[in-house]
Nanobody
Framework: QVQLVESGGALVQPGGSLRLSCAAS????????MGWFRQAPGKEREFVAT????????AYAPSVKGRFSISRDNAKNTVYLQTNSLKPEDTAAYYC????????????????????WGQGTQVTVSS
């Protein structure tokens, strides 16, 4: 079992940056694949980024590739999402998720690949 709590969301202007954090409980954090998803009003939850259990492999949605960066610090039981060059289209509630790792290089872009979810943190990009 793992509990996840996101933080760092805010109202920012286009072109700005935010670092989102996800703090996890438990001693088994390093065994999970981690992901970030987002959901805007009236839309389905969509994949943003994922990172393998030791941090060696990452993958991103095409819409954020080159602008966002996911990382993890297993010693701190924390995963991060650095968001740069933010656009109004990035406005959404951002959710951290944890799921079973199927291997050392395993990453997942599927909602169904994750078992545990945080409560979300709101990112609003507006001028």
């Amino acid at each position: 079992q793992v509990q996840l709590v996101e933080s760092g969301g805010a109202l920012v202007q286009p072109g700005g940056s935010l670092r989102l954090s996800c703090a996890a409980s438990g001693r088994t954090f390093s065994t999970y694949v981690m992901g970030w998803f987002r959901q805007a009003p009236g839309k389905e939850r969509e994949f943003v980024a994922t990172i393998s259990r030791s941090g060696g492999i990452t993958a991103y949605a095409p819409s954020v590739k080159g602008r966002f960066s996911i990382s993890r610090d297993n010693a701190k039981n924390t995963v991060y999402l650095q968001t740069n060059s933010l656009k109004p289209e990035d406005t959404a509630a951002y959710y951290c998720a944890a799921g079973p790792s199927l291997g050392s290089d395993y990453v997942s872009s599927r909602v169904r690949g994750y078992d545990y979810w945080g409560q979300g943190t709101q990112v609003t990009v507006s001028s």
